[in-house]
């Protein structure tokens, strides 16, 4: 069966829309417009913030403040004070701050707690039992 022959087919273009289609067309479009364009500014917002983070990002690698700062090719050293009689058990070491597990003259234990950057003891903490 043949298909009718349309007046878009004959004229070669589209039938003009209605004022009102049109009118909601108009408003779709700058709607679209309008939200692609807050769309971009947005991403670019974001890629700035990361870009600027990854400008302003501190070098990895470098000593922090609170690390020893020692001269190149110098031995850091100090004098760590125990008690008299005091026999090391154990040490630890975290970042800057050094533990110290020792065995008192009277047999009782305790831990001495030591800041190498400081080159001080910071504390001491008996080991009791109850």
Same mark, same amino acid.
């Given at each position: 069966?043949?298909? /009718?022959?349309?007046?878009?087919?004959?004229?070669? &273009?589209?039938?003009?829309?209605? /004022? #009102?289609?049109?009118?909601?067309?108009?408003?779709?479009?700058? @709607?679209?417009?309008?939200?692609?364009?807050?769309? @971009? $500014?947005? =991403?670019?917002?974001? $890629?700035?913030?990361?870009?600027?983070? #990854?400008?302003?990002?501190?070098?990895?690698?470098?000593?922090?403040?609170?690390?020893?700062?020692? /001269?190149? &090719?110098?031995? =850091?050293s100090g004098d760590i004070v125990l008690p008299v009689g005091a026999k090391v058990v154990s040490q630890s070491l975290s970042g800057n701050r050094l533990s110290i597990d020792a065995e008192l003259a009277d047999g009782s234990r305790a831990i001495f707690v030591?800041? $190498?950057?400081?080159?001080?003891?910071?504390?001491?903490?008996? $080991?009791?039992?109850?």
């Open positions: 069966m043949a298909r /009718p022959v349309a007046e878009e087919d004959v004229e070669g &273009g589209e039938k003009p829309l209605d /004022p #009102a289609a049109e009118k909601v067309r108009q408003k779709l479009i700058r @709607f679209m417009i309008v939200n692609l364009s807050l769309l @971009f $500014i947005a =991403l670019m917002v974001v $890629i700035g913030a990361l870009v600027y983070k #990854a400008r302003n990002a501190p070098v990895a690698g470098l000593p922090s403040t609170g690390d020893v700062q020692v /001269p190149a &090719g110098a031995p =850091l030591y800041d $190498i950057a400081e080159r001080r003891m910071i504390g001491q903490f008996p $080991i009791r039992n109850k």
